[in-house]
C-alpha cells in the first residue's frame, strides 16, 4: 500500500541554505521534490551574488583590488615626480633670469679702536617707511591729497557737464578748469571740456585739450576726429588729414572721418581724393544728401558735368526739398551750354521755394548769361508784384 504524500505547496525549497551549501531535508517524506534544473540556476544566481562568491572569485576580488592599488601609487608617483620637475626647472629659471648679485666690497683693513675708547650698545632702530616716490619727479606723492584732489575733480567734473547741457558755457568752463588743474591727465574730463568748447566754435582752445587727451589715449578715435575737425576749422590742413587719414585706415566705414578728409582735401584742392571719400560716403549712406550735394559739387567744378547732373538729380529725387541741389543743377546746365534747361530747373525751384528767394540766385555772374532769354527775363528780371498782406 502506497504512502500518501503531502500536497505541494508554492514556497520554495528550503533544501539550499541561505549562506550556500545544501542541506537535506529535516523530514525525507515533507513531499518536496528534488529538481536539478532549479539547482543549477540557484547556483549560477548565487555564484554572481558577492555574498555567496566562490573561493576562485574572491582571489579575482583581491587580484583587482590589488592592481587597483598598484595603479594608485604608480599615479601618485608621477604626480611627485612632475612637480618636483616643474620646482626644479622654476627655480633654474629663475636663477637665470635673475641679475648676478653685486660683489660686496672688500672689508676695510681692521683698526685696533684705543684702548680708552668707551664700548656704547646701541639698539637696533626701526626702520621708518617712505612716502611713495613719483619715477617722473623723483619726489614724494601724498596718497591722500592725491585721493582727495581726485574726488573734488570727479565732482567738478560732474557740475560742468551739467552746466555744458543746460548751455551755461562760463560756469561749465570754469568747473572743467578747476577740474583739469587737479587731474591734468584725465582723458574723460579733458575730452568733455573740449566738446563744450567746440560746441561754442573755440576752436584753438579745444584743440589745445585734445592734444593733451589725444597723448593720455593715443588710440581714441572720437579724440581723434574731434581734434581734426579743430584742425580743419583752424586751416591747419595737414594734421587735420593726416588725423582723418588714420581713423580711416583703423574704421574704414567712418562716416565722419570720410567727410573730414573730403572737406580738408576739397580745401587743399585735391578733388581727385576728394571725390574717392565723397563716394565711400554716398555708398555707405544713400541718404546722405549733403555729401552727394558735394560730390556734384566737386565734379562740376572739374568741368565734369554728367557726372554732377546724375548726383544733383538724385539729390532733388530722394529729397524734393534740397535748394542747393536745384541751385547747382541750374549752374550745371549753364556751364554745358544748355540755357533753356537751366531756366526750366530754375522756374521748377521759385514753384517749389518762392519766386523771390531763387531771384536771389539769379543775381549773380554764374546766370548773367540767362538774361537774354525771353522765358527768364518773363520770371527773373521783372520786379514780382506785391502782395497783399492780411
Known amino acids: 500500500?502506497?504512502?500518501?504524500?503531502?500536497?505541494?505547496?508554492?514556497?520554495?525549497?528550503?533544501?539550499?541554505?541561505?549562506?550556500?551549501?545544501?542541506?537535506?531535508?529535516?523530514?525525507?517524506?515533507?513531499?518536496?521534490?528534488?529538481?536539478?534544473r532549479e539547482a543549477e540556476q540557484?547556483?549560477?544566481?548565487?555564484?554572481?551574488?558577492?555574498?555567496?562568491?566562490?573561493?576562485?572569485?574572491?582571489?579575482?576580488?583581491?587580484?583587482?583590488?590589488?592592481?587597483?592599488?598598484k595603479v594608485l601609487?604608480?599615479?601618485?608617483?608621477?604626480?611627485?615626480?612632475?612637480?618636483?620637475?616643474?620646482?626644479?626647472?622654476?627655480?633654474?629659471?629663475?636663477?637665470?633670469?635673475?641679475?648676478?648679485?653685486?660683489?660686496?666690497?672688500?672689508?676695510?683693513?681692521?683698526?685696533?679702536?684705543?684702548?680708552?675708547?668707551?664700548?656704547?650698545?646701541?639698539?637696533?632702530?626701526?626702520?621708518?617707511?617712505?612716502?611713495?616716490?613719483?619715477?617722473?619727479?623723483?619726489?614724494?606723492?601724498?596718497?591722500?591729497?592725491?585721493?582727495a584732489d581726485l574726488k573734488k575733480s570727479l565732482r567738478l567734473h560732474e557740475e560742468a557737464r551739467r552746466f555744458a547741457r543746460e548751455r551755461r558755457f562760463g560756469e561749465a568752463d570754469d568747473r572743467f578748469s578747476a577740474a583739469v588743474a587737479l587731474t591734468p591727465y584725465r582723458f574723460e574730463v579733458l575730452f568733455d571740456w573740449a566738446q563744450s568748447l567746440i560746441e561754442q566754435k573755440r576752436w584753438t582752445t579745444a584743440r589745445d585739450q585734445l592734444i593733451v587727451a589725444v597723448?593720455?589715449?593715443?588710440?581714441?578715435?572720437?579724440?581723434?576726429?574731434?581734434?581734426?575737425?579743430?584742425?580743419?576749422?583752424?586751416?591747419?590742413?595737414?594734421?587735420?588729414?593726416?588725423?582723418?587719414?588714420?581713423?580711416?585706415?583703423?574704421?574704414?566705414?567712418?562716416?565722419?572721418?570720410?567727410?573730414?578728409?573730403?572737406?580738408?582735401?576739397?580745401?587743399?584742392?585735391?578733388?581727385?581724393?576728394?571725390?574717392?571719400h565723397l563716394e565711400k560716403l554716398v555708398a555707405l549712406n544713400s541718404n546722405n544728401h549733403v555729401a552727394e550735394n558735394s560730390l556734384g559739387a566737386v565734379h562740376l567744378r572739374l568741368g565734369r558735368y554728367t557726372q554732377a547732373i546724375r548726383s544733383f538729380e538724385n539729390v532733388i529725387r530722394d529729397e524734393p526739398g534740397n535748394s542747393q541741389a536745384y541751385y547747382y543743377l541750374a549752374q550745371c546746365f549753364v556751364q554745358k551750354n544748355e540755357p533753356s534747361l537751366a531756366v526750366d530747373v530754375l522756374i521748377r525751384a521759385s514753384a517749389r521755394f518762392g519766386r523771390d528767394f531763387v531771384a536771389t540766385w539769379t543775381k549773380g555772374p554764374e546766370f548773367a548769361a540767362l538774361a537774354q532769354f525771353p522765358a527768364f527775363r518773363e520770371n527773373f528780371a521783372t520786379p514780382a508784384p506785391a502782395t497783399a498782406t492780411p
Open 1 to 36: 500500500m502506497d504512502t500518501p504524500r503531502a500536497p505541494r505547496t508554492s514556497e520554495p525549497s528550503s533544501a539550499f541554505k541561505p549562506t550556500g551549501g545544501y542541506t537535506p531535508p529535516s523530514d525525507p517524506f515533507s513531499g518536496e521534490r528534488f529538481s536539478v
Open 42 to 69: 540557484q547556483v549560477r544566481q548565487r555564484s554572481r551574488d558577492r555574498d555567496f562568491s566562490t573561493s576562485r572569485s574572491r582571489r579575482a576580488q583581491r587580484r583587482e583590488a590589488g592592481g587597483n592599488d
Open 73 to 147: 601609487w604608480l599615479t601618485v608617483f608621477v604626480i611627485a615626480i612632475g612637480y618636483a620637475g616643474f620646482v626644479a626647472y622654476s627655480e633654474l629659471r629663475y636663477r637665470r633670469s635673475s641679475p648676478p648679485a653685486a660683489a660686496e666690497p672688500a672689508p676695510a683693513p681692521a683698526t685696533p679702536a684705543p684702548a680708552t675708547a668707551p664700548v656704547i650698545a646701541t639698539e637696533p632702530v626701526a626702520p621708518v617707511a617712505q612716502p611713495p616716490v613719483d619715477p617722473g619727479t623723483s619726489a614724494p606723492v601724498d596718497l591722500v591729497a592725491a585721493v
Open 215 to 276: 597723448a593720455v589715449q593715443p588710440a581714441s578715435v572720437p579724440a581723434r576726429l574731434a581734434l581734426a575737425e579743430c584742425a580743419f576749422q583752424l586751416r591747419q590742413y595737414p594734421d587735420a588729414l593726416a588725423l582723418a587719414t588714420w581713423v580711416v585706415e583703423s574704421e574704414p566705414y567712418s562716416e565722419s572721418a570720410h567727410q573730414i578728409a573730403a572737406d580738408v582735401l576739397t580745401g587743399m584742392e585735391d578733388y581727385d581724393a576728394a571725390i574717392r
